[in-house]
């Protein structure tokens, strides 16, 4: 399933891998990715970990690393 499926509601929640703490949760796409990419621009990708989660609260994806570097850099394309 596409992180940015029109028509659905999506949530997206910023974790701490580390201390596997919510940093921060987020209904808008836009707002999430700005959030991810103050830890890319630090080189933190390896420290966070994006859940995105469907309307009925689905585990979406959840990437980290190198693949929330990939995923941000496609949904920053598609804004």
Same mark, same amino acid.
């Given at each position: #399933? $596409?992180?940015?499926?029109? +028509?659905?509601? #999506? &949530?997206? @929640?910023?974790?701490?891998?580390?201390? /596997?703490? #919510?940093?921060?949760?987020? @209904?808008? /796409?836009? %707002? *999430?990715?700005? *959030?991810?990419? *103050?830890?890319? !621009?630090?080189? %933190?990708?390896?420290?966070?970990?994006?859940?995105? /989660? !469907? %309307? =009925? +609260?689905?585990?979406?994806?959840?990437? &980290? +690393?190198?693949?929330?570097?990939? /995923? =941000?850099?496609?949904? $920053?394309? *598609? $804004?």
């Amino acid at each position: #399933m $596409s992180i940015a499926n029109a +028509g659905q509601s #999506m &949530t997206y @929640e910023l974790w701490d891998i580390t201390s /596997r703490n #919510m940093i921060d949760w987020f @209904e808008q /796409r836009n %707002e *999430a990715l700005e *959030a991810v990419q *103050a830890y890319l !621009d630090a080189d %933190e990708a390896e420290l966070v970990a994006l859940i995105v /989660r !469907d %309307e =009925a +609260g689905s585990i979406v994806s959840s990437p &980290t +690393g190198p693949a929330l570097i990939e /995923r =941000a850099a496609r949904l $920053s394309a *598609a $804004s």
